[in-house]
Protein backbone atom coordinates (compact mmCIF):
# COMPACT_ATOMS: atom_id res chain seq x y z
CA UNK A 1 0.00 0.00 0.00
CA UNK A 2 1.36 3.27 -1.07
CA UNK A 3 2.42 6.07 1.76
CA UNK A 4 -0.18 9.17 1.04
CA UNK A 5 2.36 10.93 2.95
CA UNK A 6 5.39 9.79 0.56
CA UNK A 7 3.42 10.62 -2.45
CA UNK A 8 2.57 14.19 -0.57
CA UNK A 9 6.49 14.55 0.11
CA UNK A 10 6.79 13.71 -3.99
CA UNK A 11 4.32 15.91 -4.81
CA UNK A 12 5.22 19.14 -2.68
CA UNK A 13 8.96 18.53 -4.34
CA UNK A 14 7.95 18.36 -8.12
CA UNK A 15 6.03 21.91 -7.23
CA UNK A 16 9.03 23.69 -6.39
CA UNK A 17 10.00 23.52 -9.93
CA UNK A 18 8.49 26.02 -12.63
CA UNK A 19 5.53 25.18 -15.25
CA UNK A 20 7.66 25.36 -18.21
CA UNK A 21 10.43 22.83 -17.00
CA UNK A 22 8.19 20.73 -15.56
CA UNK A 23 6.38 20.80 -18.87
CA UNK A 24 10.31 19.94 -21.03
CA UNK A 25 10.71 17.60 -17.87
CA UNK A 26 7.58 15.72 -19.00
CA UNK A 27 8.51 16.09 -22.62
CA UNK A 28 11.81 14.67 -22.07
CA UNK A 29 10.56 11.27 -20.03
CA UNK A 30 8.12 10.58 -23.03
CA UNK A 31 11.03 10.64 -25.54
CA UNK A 32 12.88 8.27 -23.07
CA UNK A 33 10.30 6.43 -22.88
CA UNK A 34 9.73 5.59 -26.34
CA UNK A 35 13.75 5.78 -27.32
CA UNK A 36 14.77 3.47 -24.35
CA UNK A 37 12.83 0.37 -25.78
CA UNK A 38 14.64 1.14 -28.94
CA UNK A 39 18.28 2.01 -27.90
CA UNK A 40 18.64 -0.58 -25.93
CA UNK A 41 16.40 -3.36 -27.49
CA UNK A 42 16.61 -3.38 -30.89
CA UNK A 43 20.47 -4.96 -30.88
CA UNK A 44 18.69 -8.37 -29.44
CA UNK A 45 15.73 -7.60 -31.81
CA UNK A 46 17.88 -8.08 -34.69
CA UNK A 47 20.04 -10.44 -33.63
CA UNK A 48 17.26 -12.96 -33.30
CA UNK A 49 16.23 -12.29 -36.57
CA UNK A 50 19.98 -13.24 -37.74
CA UNK A 51 21.74 -10.22 -38.67
CA UNK A 52 25.03 -10.24 -37.71
CA UNK A 53 26.85 -7.73 -35.17
CA UNK A 54 28.69 -6.16 -38.10
CA UNK A 55 25.36 -5.53 -39.55
CA UNK A 56 24.06 -4.54 -36.27
CA UNK A 57 26.85 -2.14 -35.34
CA UNK A 58 26.53 -0.66 -39.43
CA UNK A 59 23.31 0.19 -38.83
CA UNK A 60 24.21 2.55 -35.42
CA UNK A 61 26.80 3.62 -37.59
CA UNK A 62 25.09 5.10 -40.52
CA UNK A 63 22.25 6.59 -37.90
CA UNK A 64 25.21 8.73 -36.50
CA UNK A 65 26.05 9.73 -39.45
CA UNK A 66 23.11 10.93 -40.69
CA UNK A 67 22.23 12.29 -37.26
CA UNK A 68 25.74 14.52 -37.73
CA UNK A 69 23.95 16.45 -40.44
CA UNK A 70 20.76 17.10 -38.64
CA UNK A 71 22.64 17.81 -35.42
CA UNK A 72 24.29 21.12 -37.57
CA UNK A 73 21.52 22.25 -39.36
CA UNK A 74 19.27 22.21 -35.61
CA UNK A 75 22.44 24.03 -34.19
CA UNK A 76 22.56 26.48 -35.94
CA UNK A 77 18.57 27.00 -36.46
CA UNK A 78 18.74 27.46 -32.68
CA UNK A 79 20.87 29.79 -32.55
CA UNK A 80 19.34 31.61 -35.06
CA UNK A 81 15.79 31.03 -33.72
CA UNK A 82 14.61 30.23 -30.10
CA UNK A 83 12.21 28.14 -31.85
CA UNK A 84 11.91 24.86 -30.39
CA UNK A 85 8.17 23.38 -30.91
CA UNK A 86 8.92 22.56 -34.63
CA UNK A 87 12.04 20.98 -34.39
CA UNK A 88 11.28 18.38 -31.48
CA UNK A 89 7.23 17.49 -33.63
CA UNK A 90 9.71 17.06 -36.86
CA UNK A 91 11.52 14.56 -34.63
CA UNK A 92 8.87 13.31 -33.29
CA UNK A 93 7.46 12.46 -36.47
CA UNK A 94 10.84 11.20 -37.89
CA UNK A 95 10.74 8.66 -35.15
CA UNK A 96 7.28 7.49 -35.75
CA UNK A 97 8.66 6.58 -39.42
CA UNK A 98 11.49 4.93 -37.75
CA UNK A 99 9.64 2.75 -35.88
CA UNK A 100 7.13 2.23 -38.63
CA UNK A 101 10.47 1.10 -41.07
CA UNK A 102 11.85 -1.16 -37.92
CA UNK A 103 8.70 -3.53 -37.33
CA UNK A 104 8.13 -4.31 -40.95
CA UNK A 105 11.84 -4.93 -41.47
CA UNK A 106 13.16 -8.21 -41.83
CA UNK A 107 16.39 -8.00 -43.49
CA UNK A 108 19.81 -5.62 -43.36
CA UNK A 109 18.47 -3.31 -45.40
CA UNK A 110 15.20 -2.19 -44.65
CA UNK A 111 16.66 -2.20 -40.55
CA UNK A 112 19.69 0.85 -42.08
CA UNK A 113 16.95 2.50 -43.52
CA UNK A 114 14.88 2.48 -40.27
CA UNK A 115 18.04 3.58 -38.37
CA UNK A 116 18.80 6.48 -40.74
CA UNK A 117 15.14 7.73 -39.77
CA UNK A 118 16.47 6.92 -36.26
CA UNK A 119 19.43 8.98 -36.54
CA UNK A 120 17.66 12.11 -38.21
CA UNK A 121 15.07 12.28 -35.18
CA UNK A 122 18.23 11.90 -32.67
CA UNK A 123 20.06 14.78 -34.94
CA UNK A 124 17.01 17.17 -34.65
CA UNK A 125 15.73 16.30 -30.83
CA UNK A 126 18.83 16.30 -28.74
CA UNK A 127 20.51 19.54 -29.41
CA UNK A 128 16.74 20.96 -29.28
CA UNK A 129 16.05 18.85 -26.08
CA UNK A 130 19.43 20.05 -24.87
CA UNK A 131 19.02 23.55 -25.23
CA UNK A 132 15.01 23.45 -23.88
CA UNK A 133 16.43 23.45 -20.09
CA UNK A 134 18.59 26.78 -19.63
CA UNK A 135 15.56 28.11 -21.77
CA UNK A 136 12.78 27.49 -19.72
CA UNK A 137 14.20 27.10 -16.07
CA UNK A 138 14.62 29.98 -15.45
CA UNK A 139 14.66 30.65 -12.24
CA UNK A 140 16.28 27.49 -11.10
CA UNK A 141 19.89 26.50 -11.80
CA UNK A 142 21.08 24.96 -15.19
CA UNK A 143 22.93 22.43 -13.13
CA UNK A 144 19.78 21.34 -10.92
CA UNK A 145 17.20 22.05 -13.97
CA UNK A 146 19.62 19.41 -16.20
CA UNK A 147 19.96 17.09 -13.18
CA UNK A 148 15.99 16.83 -13.10
CA UNK A 149 15.06 16.41 -16.43
CA UNK A 150 18.13 13.19 -17.01
CA UNK A 151 16.07 11.79 -13.88
CA UNK A 152 13.06 12.07 -15.73
CA UNK A 153 14.95 10.59 -18.83
CA UNK A 154 16.52 7.97 -16.10
CA UNK A 155 12.94 6.91 -15.20
CA UNK A 156 11.37 6.78 -18.60
CA UNK A 157 14.12 4.63 -20.48
CA UNK A 158 14.07 2.41 -17.43
CA UNK A 159 10.06 2.25 -17.93
CA UNK A 160 10.44 2.02 -21.76
CA UNK A 161 13.26 -0.46 -21.64
CA UNK A 162 11.12 -2.77 -19.13
CA UNK A 163 7.68 -2.44 -20.48
CA UNK A 164 9.05 -3.31 -23.89
CA UNK A 165 11.12 -6.58 -22.83
CA UNK A 166 7.82 -7.79 -21.26
CA UNK A 167 5.47 -6.88 -24.65
CA UNK A 168 8.29 -8.62 -26.62
CA UNK A 169 8.08 -11.73 -24.91
CA UNK A 170 4.46 -11.99 -23.69
CA UNK A 171 2.87 -10.02 -26.58
CA UNK A 172 4.85 -9.10 -30.28
CA UNK A 173 8.33 -9.40 -30.44
CA UNK A 174 9.06 -5.92 -31.97
CA UNK A 175 5.84 -4.04 -29.07
CA UNK A 176 8.75 -1.52 -27.97
CA UNK A 177 8.93 0.27 -31.40
CA UNK A 178 4.75 0.86 -30.86
CA UNK A 179 5.77 2.56 -27.20
CA UNK A 180 7.70 4.76 -29.59
CA UNK A 181 5.41 5.48 -31.76
CA UNK A 182 2.74 6.22 -28.87
CA UNK A 183 4.95 8.41 -27.21
CA UNK A 184 6.01 10.33 -29.96
CA UNK A 185 2.24 10.84 -30.02
CA UNK A 186 1.99 12.09 -26.93
CA UNK A 187 4.88 14.82 -27.32
CA UNK A 188 3.06 16.42 -30.21
CA UNK A 189 0.40 16.79 -27.91
CA UNK A 190 1.89 18.38 -25.13
CA UNK A 191 3.27 21.18 -27.13
CA UNK A 192 0.03 21.93 -29.32
CA UNK A 193 -1.28 21.80 -25.79
CA UNK A 194 1.15 24.43 -24.07
CA UNK A 195 2.04 26.62 -27.12
CA UNK A 196 1.61 29.49 -25.19
CA UNK A 197 3.88 28.81 -22.17
CA UNK A 198 6.63 27.64 -24.22
CA UNK A 199 6.37 30.70 -26.06
CA UNK A 200 6.08 32.97 -22.80
CA UNK A 201 9.15 31.42 -21.35
CA UNK A 202 11.48 31.87 -24.70
CA UNK A 203 10.05 35.39 -25.18
CA UNK A 204 11.43 35.71 -21.04
CA UNK A 205 14.56 34.44 -22.02
CA UNK A 206 15.50 36.56 -25.34
CA UNK A 207 15.04 39.55 -22.48
CA UNK A 208 17.43 37.92 -20.17
CA UNK A 209 19.57 37.38 -22.96
CA UNK A 210 20.70 40.33 -24.54
CA UNK A 211 21.48 41.65 -20.87
CA UNK A 212 24.15 38.93 -20.98
CA UNK A 213 25.01 39.79 -24.30
CA UNK A 214 26.25 43.14 -23.36
CA UNK A 215 28.82 41.59 -21.06
CA UNK A 216 29.92 38.53 -22.62
CA UNK A 217 33.09 38.20 -24.32
CA UNK A 218 31.69 35.47 -26.88
CA UNK A 219 35.11 33.41 -26.59
CA UNK A 220 34.99 29.76 -25.77
CA UNK A 221 36.32 28.39 -22.71
CA UNK A 222 39.94 27.76 -22.15
CA UNK A 223 39.55 23.84 -21.74
CA UNK A 224 37.31 23.41 -24.53
CA UNK A 225 39.23 20.83 -26.47
CA UNK A 226 40.00 18.68 -23.66
CA UNK A 227 36.13 18.59 -22.30
CA UNK A 228 35.17 17.74 -25.51
CA UNK A 229 37.35 15.17 -25.49
CA UNK A 230 36.48 13.75 -22.61
CA UNK A 231 32.59 13.71 -23.53
CA UNK A 232 33.38 11.97 -26.75
CA UNK A 233 35.10 9.17 -24.81
CA UNK A 234 32.15 9.11 -22.61
CA UNK A 235 29.57 8.92 -25.07
CA UNK A 236 31.63 6.07 -26.86
CA UNK A 237 31.39 4.48 -23.39
CA UNK A 238 27.83 4.55 -22.87
CA UNK A 239 27.39 3.16 -27.02
CA UNK A 240 28.94 0.43 -25.96
CA UNK A 241 26.68 0.03 -23.08
CA UNK A 242 23.87 0.36 -24.81
CA UNK A 243 25.00 -1.67 -27.76
CA UNK A 244 27.74 -4.13 -26.87
CA UNK A 245 26.95 -5.16 -23.33
CA UNK A 246 23.71 -6.68 -24.51
CA UNK A 247 25.73 -8.40 -26.76
CA UNK A 248 28.46 -9.21 -24.64
CA UNK A 249 26.13 -11.34 -22.26
CA UNK A 250 24.11 -13.33 -24.59
CA UNK A 251 27.77 -14.08 -26.29
CA UNK A 252 29.84 -14.75 -23.24
CA UNK A 253 33.27 -14.11 -22.10
CA UNK A 254 36.57 -16.38 -22.77
CA UNK A 255 35.68 -18.46 -19.67
CA UNK A 256 32.45 -16.88 -18.88
CA UNK A 257 29.28 -18.41 -19.99
CA UNK A 258 26.92 -16.53 -22.01
CA UNK A 259 23.13 -15.47 -21.03
CA UNK A 260 19.94 -15.86 -22.48
CA UNK A 261 18.22 -12.99 -24.19
CA UNK A 262 15.55 -12.72 -21.81
CA UNK A 263 17.42 -12.83 -18.73
CA UNK A 264 19.74 -9.93 -20.12
CA UNK A 265 16.91 -8.25 -20.90
CA UNK A 266 16.22 -7.94 -17.17
CA UNK A 267 19.61 -7.48 -16.33
CA UNK A 268 19.77 -3.99 -18.55
CA UNK A 269 16.18 -3.06 -16.71
CA UNK A 270 18.19 -3.63 -13.16
CA UNK A 271 20.85 -1.76 -14.58
CA UNK A 272 18.40 1.41 -15.62
CA UNK A 273 16.63 0.80 -12.42
CA UNK A 274 19.64 1.98 -10.65
CA UNK A 275 20.45 4.70 -12.89
CA UNK A 276 16.71 5.66 -12.28
CA UNK A 277 17.68 5.76 -8.17
CA UNK A 278 21.00 7.69 -8.55
CA UNK A 279 20.41 9.82 -11.05
CA UNK A 280 18.49 12.94 -9.41
CA UNK A 281 20.45 12.35 -5.78
CA UNK A 282 24.32 12.31 -7.75
CA UNK A 283 22.95 15.01 -10.11
CA UNK A 284 21.29 17.57 -7.50
CA UNK A 285 24.77 16.68 -5.33
CA UNK A 286 27.19 17.44 -8.86
CA UNK A 287 25.30 20.73 -9.52
CA UNK A 288 27.19 22.45 -6.40
CA UNK A 289 30.48 21.55 -7.19
CA UNK A 290 32.90 22.24 -9.97
CA UNK A 291 31.61 21.69 -13.43
CA UNK A 292 34.62 19.58 -14.28
CA UNK A 293 34.48 17.35 -10.84
CA UNK A 294 31.57 15.55 -12.35
CA UNK A 295 33.49 14.99 -15.54
CA UNK A 296 36.49 13.73 -13.62
CA UNK A 297 33.91 11.39 -11.35
CA UNK A 298 32.50 9.96 -14.31
CA UNK A 299 35.42 8.89 -16.34
CA UNK A 300 36.97 7.12 -13.44
CA UNK A 301 33.63 5.35 -12.48
CA UNK A 302 33.33 4.29 -16.42
CA UNK A 303 37.02 2.93 -16.43
CA UNK A 304 36.76 1.03 -13.09
CA UNK A 305 33.28 -0.50 -14.76
CA UNK A 306 35.18 -1.59 -18.23
CA UNK A 307 37.76 -2.83 -16.47
CA UNK A 308 36.16 -4.95 -14.59
CA UNK A 309 34.23 -6.20 -17.47
CA UNK A 310 37.47 -6.83 -19.01
CA UNK A 311 38.10 -9.24 -15.78
CA UNK A 312 34.71 -11.10 -15.68
CA UNK A 313 35.37 -12.12 -19.66
CA UNK A 314 38.00 -14.33 -17.95
CA UNK A 315 36.35 -15.72 -15.18
CA UNK A 316 34.60 -18.93 -15.43
CA UNK A 317 32.61 -19.02 -11.74
CA UNK A 318 32.12 -15.15 -10.50
CA UNK A 319 32.20 -13.71 -14.19
CA UNK A 320 28.59 -12.89 -13.93
CA UNK A 321 28.85 -11.45 -10.31
CA UNK A 322 32.13 -8.94 -11.67
CA UNK A 323 29.83 -7.99 -14.73
CA UNK A 324 26.99 -6.72 -12.26
CA UNK A 325 29.42 -4.94 -10.28
CA UNK A 326 30.77 -3.39 -13.02
CA UNK A 327 26.94 -2.39 -13.85
CA UNK A 328 26.95 -0.24 -10.45
CA UNK A 329 29.89 1.88 -11.64
CA UNK A 330 28.86 2.21 -14.78
CA UNK A 331 25.46 3.29 -13.28
CA UNK A 332 27.61 5.89 -11.41
CA UNK A 333 29.54 6.87 -14.30
CA UNK A 334 26.32 7.57 -16.47
CA UNK A 335 24.28 9.83 -13.54
CA UNK A 336 26.97 11.75 -13.51
CA UNK A 337 28.31 12.40 -16.67
CA UNK A 338 24.63 12.98 -18.25
CA UNK A 339 23.65 16.35 -15.75
CA UNK A 340 27.20 17.34 -15.99
CA UNK A 341 28.02 17.15 -20.00
CA UNK A 342 24.62 19.45 -20.94
CA UNK A 343 25.30 21.74 -18.15
CA UNK A 344 29.06 22.26 -18.71
CA UNK A 345 28.71 22.42 -22.50
CA UNK A 346 26.10 25.07 -22.17
CA UNK A 347 29.06 26.76 -19.96
CA UNK A 348 31.98 26.47 -22.60
CA UNK A 349 30.16 27.97 -25.21
CA UNK A 350 29.60 32.39 -25.67
CA UNK A 351 26.33 33.33 -25.26
CA UNK A 352 25.76 33.41 -29.16
CA UNK A 353 26.73 30.09 -29.95
CA UNK A 354 24.52 28.29 -27.21
CA UNK A 355 22.95 26.41 -29.70
CA UNK A 356 25.57 25.34 -32.11
CA UNK A 357 27.30 24.28 -28.71
CA UNK A 358 24.43 21.77 -27.46
CA UNK A 359 24.77 20.75 -31.26
CA UNK A 360 28.61 19.72 -31.04
CA UNK A 361 27.07 18.12 -27.27
CA UNK A 362 24.64 15.69 -29.49
CA UNK A 363 27.82 15.45 -32.00
CA UNK A 364 29.62 14.19 -29.66
CA UNK A 365 27.25 11.04 -28.82
CA UNK A 366 26.65 10.87 -32.36
CA UNK A 367 30.68 10.22 -32.73
CA UNK A 368 30.53 8.22 -29.66
CA UNK A 369 28.12 5.63 -32.09
CA UNK A 370 30.27 6.19 -34.93
CA UNK A 371 32.96 4.89 -33.28
CA UNK A 372 31.78 1.94 -30.82
CA UNK A 373 29.32 -0.18 -32.63
CA UNK A 374 30.85 -0.57 -35.51
CA UNK A 375 34.32 -1.32 -34.15
CA UNK A 376 33.03 -3.56 -31.40
CA UNK A 377 30.82 -5.35 -33.60
CA UNK A 378 33.72 -6.29 -35.82
CA UNK A 379 35.89 -7.13 -32.77
CA UNK A 380 33.01 -9.39 -31.42
CA UNK A 381 32.15 -11.17 -34.70
CA UNK A 382 36.23 -11.76 -35.30
CA UNK A 383 36.95 -12.98 -31.65
CA UNK A 384 34.00 -14.23 -30.29
CA UNK A 385 33.97 -11.73 -27.25
CA UNK A 386 34.67 -7.98 -25.97
CA UNK A 387 37.13 -8.47 -23.93
CA UNK A 388 39.78 -6.65 -25.66
CA UNK A 389 37.46 -3.88 -26.36
CA UNK A 390 36.74 -3.50 -22.72
CA UNK A 391 40.50 -3.27 -21.64
CA UNK A 392 40.92 -1.19 -24.37
CA UNK A 393 38.30 1.78 -23.56
CA UNK A 394 39.38 1.41 -19.40
CA UNK A 395 42.99 2.39 -20.20
CA UNK A 396 41.65 5.56 -22.40
CA UNK A 397 39.42 6.17 -19.12
CA UNK A 398 42.40 6.30 -16.78
CA UNK A 399 44.40 7.98 -19.41
CA UNK A 400 42.32 10.89 -19.79
CA UNK A 401 41.16 11.16 -16.06
CA UNK A 402 44.79 11.80 -15.71
CA UNK A 403 44.81 14.91 -18.24
CA UNK A 404 41.83 16.30 -16.86
CA UNK A 405 43.18 15.97 -12.58
CA UNK A 406 44.52 19.14 -12.11
CA UNK A 407 41.81 21.14 -14.76
CA UNK A 408 39.79 23.78 -13.74
CA UNK A 409 36.48 25.25 -15.16
Not at 66 to 87: E, H, M, S, V
Request: glycine letters at 8%.
Amino acid sequence: MLNPYSLKTVKLWWMQFPLQLKLITKIRFFASFGAGGVIYLTSLIFNKIGLSATEIGLGFTLSAIIGTITRFITGNYLNKNKDIQNPLKISSLLSIFASLCLIISKDSTSYIIGQLFVGASAGIYWPTAEISVPLLCNPIKTSRAYALVRSSEALGIFLGVFTGSIFNSLIYFKANFINDILSMIIIILLIQRNRDIIFKALNSFEINNKKDELISNNKWHTNTKIIIASIILLTTCLALIQVTLPLDFVKGGIARASINKGITSYIISGQLILLFILQWPIGNWLSSKNKLFGLKFSIINFGISTFLLFISSYSLTYGIYIMLLAIIFCSIGTSSFLPTSSDIVFGIAPINRKGFALAILSQCFAIGYFIGPILSGSVLDFLGNASLIWLFISSICFLISIFLLNKKF
